[in-house]
């Protein structure tokens, strides 16, 4: 592991200390009591949200027909074993989908936690990233192989471009092929702010299922919400807590909402992204927390709560050094 990686799992141990300021003996397994009933649906993003998969996750029908979970792992910040045994938690926790990408450094991990796991290969959604220094034709197929090497399997579920920089069009025109080949189910981008994503729908032959990008209650991204389910790209969100940032697990707003609701802030946060109908991605190494991200679906917040979560927007990333 490097210093970079050692320190970017210090602090996100750091992060996560924090996070469950009350209620901690509230938290309850999800596989025992997940469930939707009374407490309804989200609101639809951008295609039709279907009642559940095998592990009581609703998953949402993206545009060109796959089935994607609304609530999935995120590997953001984790490396080697420690790495591979939280995969190895989500999966057995309930998850299905799990992300990654080549800059994280943690494919081949990631892969291992999988097949730690033991749950069959066609019960989950894996996704990866090409990163910019693979960017353009050639390149994208061969950056496309050695993640899917590193994981250890033969197809990915989802592949994003990370970021829209360097070749974007000789990118999407390799995965383009590769999704026609099979080796794709499902093709997407990262990043890209509504500008970009209307030069890629220019010219793109298959249409981005989704958009990854920031988002979480700091940053909510109204004009990007929009615009993406005016073209019908599902909006998934990564770091829906800001990944701790600016308070957000003690902030007093989401405190208040989580104590009306005998919840977690973490869990509140989560809930607001599932009803504004985002897909989010959660990340910890914490086997506690894992299993709370999962304990969304057994409440539903109202439209007062909704509204002062709103009003928590700065409008700004608050994360200026990735920008």
């Not at 800059?103 to 892969?111: D, K, M, R, T």
């Not at 032959?205 to 700091?218: D, F, R, S």
């Not at 991605?281 to 299993?291: C, D, E, F, G, L």
Request: proline share 3%; net charge positive.
């Amino acid at each position: 592991m490097t210093n970079k990686q050692k320190d970017m799992n210090s602090q996100n141990q750091k992060n996560e200390i924090n996070r469950r300021r009350f209620l901690q003996t509230t938290v309850k397994f999800a596989a025992a009591g997940i469930y939707l009933g009374a407490f309804g649906m989200p609101e639809l993003f951008a295609n039709d949200v279907i009642d559940k998969n095998d592990s009581n996750i609703p998953d949402v029908k993206l545009n060109n027909g796959l089935k994607m979970p609304m609530l999935g792992f995120g590997t953001y910040g984790l490396s080697g074993e420690v790495c591979q045994r939280s995969v190895a938690d989500a999966l057995a926790s309930g998850y299905r989908l799990v992300d990654t990408a080549k800059v994280y450094g943690n494919e081949e991990a990631v892969g291992k936690g999988i097949k730690q796991s033991g749950i069959d290969r066609k019960k989950l959604f894996v996704t990866s990233k090409l990163w910019v220094d693979d960017a353009g034709y050639e390149n994208a197929k061969k950056g496309f192989e050695e993640t899917l090497r590193k994981l250890g399997l033969d197809y990915l579920d989802l592949y994003l471009i990370h970021r829209p920089r360097g070749d974007v069009k000789g990118s999407w025109k390799a995965m383009e092929e590769l999704y026609k080949a099979g080796k794709i189910k499902a093709i997407g981008i990262s990043n890209f702010d509504p500008a970009q994503v209307a030069d890629l729908l220019s010219y793109a032959q298959i249409k981005p299922v989704i958009n990854q990008i920031e988002t979480h209650a700091y940053f909510q991204q109204s004009n990007d919400y929009n615009v993406l389910k005016q073209h019908n790209i599902q909006m998934q969100a990564w770091a829906p807590f800001a990944e701790g940032r600016n308070g957000l697990f003690t902030n007093e707003v989401l405190t208040q909402i989580a104590k009306k609701h005998r919840k977690t802030t973490a869990q509140i946060s989560l809930r607001w992204h599932f009803q504004r109908g985002i897909v989010a991605i959660p990340r910890s190494s914490q086997k506690a927390h894992i299993v709370e991200n999962l304990d969304i679906f057994d409440f539903k917040l109202d439209n007062a709560d909704m509204k002062e979560i709103e009003k928590l927007d700065l409008n700004k990333t608050q994360f200026p050094e990735w920008s």
